[in-house]
Nanobody, 126 residues
Framework: QVQLVESGGDLVQPGGSLRLSCTGS????????IAWFRQVPGKEREGVSC????????YYSNSVRGRFAISRDNAENTVLLQMNNLKPEDTAVYYC???????????????????WGQGTQVTVSS
């Protein structure tokens, strides 16, 4: 069964850093576009970042651009999200998602992704 597993969520102080991992089970992640979404209770799931499966292009929401970085570690079949200078408003459950067919528009539309992980909690608080 195709699965994604997130890890790395934690409680961190404002200004701190975390690195989230998304690992594929029973499929090779570099054949898929992989995105990170986040969600807080009562709000819609928000696209944070994405890495394409054709040329490795990366995409970021305005709220995280310059602080977060997405990358692939193909040897580990993992996609990483390095999060720096974290703010309280980054607090959310973070999900990774995969899709095979790629086009840039709609990279942050959760409806276009068909495989999801279970989520990992990130809490930014002093």
């Amino acid at each position: 069964q195709v699965q994604l597993v997130e890890s790395g969520g934690d409680l961190v102080q404002p200004g701190g850093s975390l690195r989230l991992s998304c690992t594929g089970s029973d499929f090779t992640l570099d054949a898929y576009a992989i995105a990170w979404f986040r969600q807080v209770p009562g709000k819609e799931r928000e696209g944070v970042s994405c890495i394409s499966n054709n040329d490795g292009s990366t995409y970021y929401s305005n709220s995280v651009r310059g602080r977060f970085a997405i990358s692939r570690d193909n040897a580990e079949n993992t996609v990483l999200l390095q999060m720096n200078n974290l703010k309280p408003e980054d607090t959310a459950v973070y999900y990774c998602a995969a899709r095979r067919l790629w086009w840039p528009s709609g990279w942050n539309d959760p409806v276009l992704y068909d495989t999801w992980g279970q989520g990992t909690q990130v809490t930014v608080s002093s």
